[in-house]
T-cell receptor, first 110, second 110 residues
Framework: SQQGEEDPQALSIQEGENATMNCSYKTSINNLQWYRQNSGRGLVHLILIRSNEREKHSGRLRVTLDTSKKSSSLLITASRAADTASYFCARMDSNYQLIWGAGTKLIIKP | SQTIHQWPATLVQPVGSPLSLECTVEGTSNPNLYWYRQAAGRGLQLLFYSVGIGQISSEVPQNLSASRPQDRQFILSSKKLLLSDSGFYLC?????????FGPGTRLLVL
Protein backbone atom coordinates (compact mmCIF):
# COMPACT_ATOMS: atom_id res chain seq x y z
CA SER A 1 0.00 0.00 0.00
CA GLN A 2 1.10 3.54 -0.57
CA GLN A 3 1.20 5.62 2.57
CA GLY A 4 3.59 8.28 1.36
CA GLU A 5 2.51 11.41 -0.37
CA GLU A 6 4.83 13.20 -2.71
CA ASP A 7 4.55 16.58 -4.23
CA PRO A 8 4.62 17.86 -6.73
CA GLN A 9 3.36 15.02 -8.90
CA ALA A 10 5.26 16.55 -11.80
CA LEU A 11 7.97 19.18 -12.03
CA SER A 12 9.46 20.79 -15.12
CA ILE A 13 12.46 23.10 -14.79
CA GLN A 14 15.27 24.48 -16.89
CA GLU A 15 18.65 22.82 -16.89
CA GLY A 16 20.88 24.37 -14.25
CA GLU A 17 18.04 25.18 -11.85
CA ASN A 18 17.52 23.38 -8.58
CA ALA A 19 14.73 20.82 -8.21
CA THR A 20 12.98 20.19 -4.90
CA MET A 21 10.64 17.29 -4.26
CA ASN A 22 8.78 16.64 -1.05
CA CYS A 23 7.51 13.55 0.69
CA SER A 24 5.17 13.26 3.66
CA TYR A 25 4.19 10.24 5.68
CA LYS A 26 1.83 9.39 8.50
CA THR A 27 3.44 6.85 10.80
CA SER A 28 6.82 6.31 12.41
CA ILE A 29 9.85 5.32 10.39
CA ASN A 30 13.14 3.53 10.78
CA ASN A 31 14.50 5.35 7.79
CA LEU A 32 13.37 7.09 4.65
CA GLN A 33 14.86 6.42 1.25
CA TRP A 34 14.81 8.10 -2.13
CA TYR A 35 14.95 6.19 -5.39
CA ARG A 36 15.11 7.20 -9.01
CA GLN A 37 13.43 5.49 -11.96
CA ASN A 38 14.19 6.20 -15.57
CA SER A 39 11.27 5.57 -17.87
CA GLY A 40 10.48 1.88 -18.19
CA ARG A 41 13.36 0.78 -16.01
CA GLY A 42 13.95 -0.55 -12.53
CA LEU A 43 14.47 1.74 -9.56
CA VAL A 44 17.89 2.83 -8.37
CA HIS A 45 18.61 3.72 -4.78
CA LEU A 46 19.84 7.29 -4.26
CA ILE A 47 20.08 7.99 -0.57
CA LEU A 48 18.92 6.73 2.82
CA ILE A 49 18.35 8.97 5.81
CA ARG A 50 17.74 7.52 9.26
CA SER A 51 15.13 8.74 11.68
CA ASN A 52 17.78 10.32 13.91
CA GLU A 53 19.36 12.25 11.04
CA ARG A 54 18.23 15.64 9.78
CA GLU A 55 20.21 16.10 6.59
CA LYS A 56 22.31 14.05 4.25
CA HIS A 57 24.29 14.84 1.11
CA SER A 58 25.42 12.79 -1.84
CA GLY A 59 27.00 14.70 -4.72
CA ARG A 60 24.35 17.10 -6.05
CA LEU A 61 21.66 15.52 -3.88
CA ARG A 62 20.58 16.85 -0.51
CA VAL A 63 17.94 15.11 1.57
CA THR A 64 16.36 16.53 4.68
CA LEU A 65 14.14 14.83 7.21
CA ASP A 66 11.80 16.48 9.69
CA THR A 67 10.32 13.77 11.88
CA SER A 68 8.18 16.28 13.80
CA LYS A 69 6.44 17.20 10.55
CA LYS A 70 6.76 13.69 9.14
CA SER A 71 8.23 15.03 5.94
CA SER A 72 11.34 14.79 3.81
CA SER A 73 12.64 16.68 0.84
CA LEU A 74 15.04 15.84 -1.96
CA LEU A 75 16.97 18.69 -3.52
CA ILE A 76 18.87 18.24 -6.76
CA THR A 77 21.19 21.15 -7.37
CA ALA A 78 22.39 22.38 -10.76
CA SER A 79 20.05 20.03 -12.60
CA ARG A 80 21.06 18.32 -15.82
CA ALA A 81 19.00 16.86 -18.64
CA ALA A 82 20.11 13.41 -17.47
CA ASP A 83 18.30 14.00 -14.15
CA THR A 84 15.00 13.62 -16.00
CA ALA A 85 13.30 10.68 -14.27
CA SER A 86 10.69 9.81 -11.67
CA TYR A 87 11.74 10.10 -8.05
CA PHE A 88 10.17 8.06 -5.28
CA CYS A 89 10.40 8.22 -1.54
CA ALA A 90 9.94 5.09 0.52
CA ARG A 91 9.75 4.84 4.26
CA MET A 92 10.92 1.73 6.07
CA ASP A 93 8.48 0.66 8.73
CA SER A 94 9.07 -1.30 11.91
CA ASN A 95 8.78 -4.58 9.94
CA TYR A 96 11.56 -3.45 7.60
CA GLN A 97 9.13 -3.19 4.70
CA LEU A 98 9.33 -0.25 2.34
CA ILE A 99 6.16 1.79 1.90
CA TRP A 100 6.26 3.75 -1.34
CA GLY A 101 5.02 7.12 -2.42
CA ALA A 102 3.46 7.76 -5.82
CA GLY A 103 6.51 9.60 -7.10
CA THR A 104 7.41 12.91 -8.67
CA LYS A 105 8.02 13.04 -12.39
CA LEU A 106 10.91 15.45 -13.03
CA ILE A 107 11.59 16.89 -16.46
CA ILE A 108 14.73 18.93 -17.05
CA LYS A 109 14.48 21.11 -20.14
CA PRO A 110 17.77 21.73 -21.96
CA SER B 1 29.02 -8.15 -7.39
CA GLN B 2 25.33 -8.84 -7.10
CA THR B 3 23.04 -8.88 -10.13
CA ILE B 4 19.32 -9.36 -10.42
CA HIS B 5 17.70 -10.63 -13.61
CA GLN B 6 14.12 -10.65 -14.74
CA TRP B 7 12.53 -12.19 -17.79
CA PRO B 8 10.85 -11.75 -20.04
CA ALA B 9 11.31 -8.01 -20.49
CA THR B 10 7.94 -7.61 -22.19
CA LEU B 11 4.93 -9.88 -22.38
CA VAL B 12 1.57 -9.62 -24.10
CA GLN B 13 -0.95 -12.18 -22.94
CA PRO B 14 -4.66 -12.77 -23.54
CA VAL B 15 -7.13 -12.63 -20.68
CA GLY B 16 -7.47 -16.02 -19.04
CA SER B 17 -4.03 -17.26 -20.01
CA PRO B 18 -1.42 -18.37 -17.43
CA LEU B 19 1.57 -16.33 -16.37
CA SER B 20 5.06 -17.08 -15.18
CA LEU B 21 7.60 -14.35 -14.52
CA GLU B 22 11.02 -15.25 -13.28
CA CYS B 23 13.53 -13.39 -11.14
CA THR B 24 17.00 -14.62 -10.28
CA VAL B 25 19.72 -13.09 -8.15
CA GLU B 26 23.43 -13.69 -8.54
CA GLY B 27 26.27 -12.97 -6.18
CA THR B 28 24.46 -13.33 -2.89
CA SER B 29 22.96 -16.10 -0.81
CA ASN B 30 19.70 -16.32 1.08
CA PRO B 31 18.45 -12.90 -0.04
CA ASN B 32 15.08 -11.48 0.94
CA LEU B 33 13.21 -11.12 -2.34
CA TYR B 34 10.26 -8.96 -3.31
CA TRP B 35 7.71 -8.76 -6.12
CA TYR B 36 6.16 -5.35 -6.82
CA ARG B 37 3.65 -4.15 -9.37
CA GLN B 38 3.69 -0.62 -10.71
CA ALA B 39 0.70 0.78 -12.56
CA ALA B 40 1.40 3.47 -15.15
CA GLY B 41 2.51 6.69 -13.48
CA ARG B 42 2.14 5.27 -10.01
CA GLY B 43 4.28 4.07 -7.15
CA LEU B 44 5.07 0.50 -6.21
CA GLN B 45 2.61 -1.95 -4.72
CA LEU B 46 4.19 -4.81 -2.81
CA LEU B 47 2.73 -8.14 -3.94
CA PHE B 48 4.89 -10.79 -2.27
CA TYR B 49 8.08 -11.13 -0.32
CA SER B 50 10.16 -14.13 0.62
CA VAL B 51 12.78 -14.61 3.32
CA GLY B 52 13.84 -18.06 2.13
CA ILE B 53 13.09 -21.16 0.06
CA GLY B 54 9.41 -22.01 0.19
CA GLN B 55 8.60 -19.02 2.40
CA ILE B 56 6.18 -16.59 0.79
CA SER B 57 4.24 -13.74 2.34
CA SER B 58 1.41 -12.14 0.42
CA GLU B 59 0.56 -8.49 0.90
CA VAL B 60 -2.61 -8.20 -1.16
CA PRO B 61 -5.32 -10.68 -2.13
CA GLN B 62 -5.30 -11.29 -5.85
CA ASN B 63 -5.18 -13.98 -8.48
CA LEU B 64 -1.39 -13.97 -8.48
CA SER B 65 0.86 -16.35 -6.58
CA ALA B 66 4.56 -16.57 -5.93
CA SER B 67 7.01 -19.37 -5.33
CA ARG B 68 10.62 -19.66 -4.31
CA PRO B 69 11.87 -23.03 -5.47
CA GLN B 70 15.54 -22.14 -5.06
CA ASP B 71 17.48 -19.74 -2.89
CA ARG B 72 18.10 -17.26 -5.71
CA GLN B 73 14.93 -17.78 -7.73
CA PHE B 74 11.59 -16.07 -7.24
CA ILE B 75 8.66 -16.77 -9.55
CA LEU B 76 5.42 -14.86 -10.00
CA SER B 77 2.54 -16.83 -11.47
CA SER B 78 -1.09 -16.74 -12.36
CA LYS B 79 -3.43 -19.46 -13.57
CA LYS B 80 -5.76 -17.03 -15.36
CA LEU B 81 -4.77 -13.46 -16.11
CA LEU B 82 -7.20 -10.55 -15.73
CA LEU B 83 -7.10 -7.26 -17.60
CA SER B 84 -6.27 -5.58 -14.30
CA ASP B 85 -3.06 -7.61 -14.06
CA SER B 86 -1.47 -5.39 -16.69
CA GLY B 87 1.44 -3.38 -15.34
CA PHE B 88 5.14 -3.23 -14.74
CA TYR B 89 6.42 -6.01 -12.47
CA LEU B 90 9.59 -5.47 -10.52
CA CYS B 91 11.65 -7.91 -8.52
CA UNK B 92 13.99 -6.67 -5.82
CA UNK B 93 16.33 -7.92 -3.13
CA UNK B 94 17.48 -6.15 -0.02
CA UNK B 95 20.85 -5.55 1.59
CA UNK B 96 21.55 -3.21 4.47
CA UNK B 97 18.01 -1.80 4.32
CA UNK B 98 18.42 -0.82 0.66
CA UNK B 99 16.47 -2.50 -2.10
CA UNK B 100 18.06 -3.36 -5.43
CA PHE B 101 15.76 -3.78 -8.38
CA GLY B 102 15.73 -5.84 -11.52
CA PRO B 103 14.98 -4.29 -14.91
CA GLY B 104 11.30 -5.21 -14.71
CA THR B 105 8.77 -7.03 -16.89
CA ARG B 106 6.11 -5.06 -18.70
CA LEU B 107 2.93 -7.13 -18.90
CA LEU B 108 0.02 -6.23 -21.12
CA VAL B 109 -3.12 -8.32 -20.80
CA LEU B 110 -5.51 -7.98 -23.73
Amino acid sequence: SQQGEEDPQALSIQEGENATMNCSYKTSINNLQWYRQNSGRGLVHLILIRSNEREKHSGRLRVTLDTSKKSSSLLITASRAADTASYFCARMDSNYQLIWGAGTKLIIKP
Amino acid sequence: SQTIHQWPATLVQPVGSPLSLECTVEGTSNPNLYWYRQAAGRGLQLLFYSVGIGQISSEVPQNLSASRPQDRQFILSSKKLLLSDSGFYLCAWIRSETQYFGPGTRLLVL
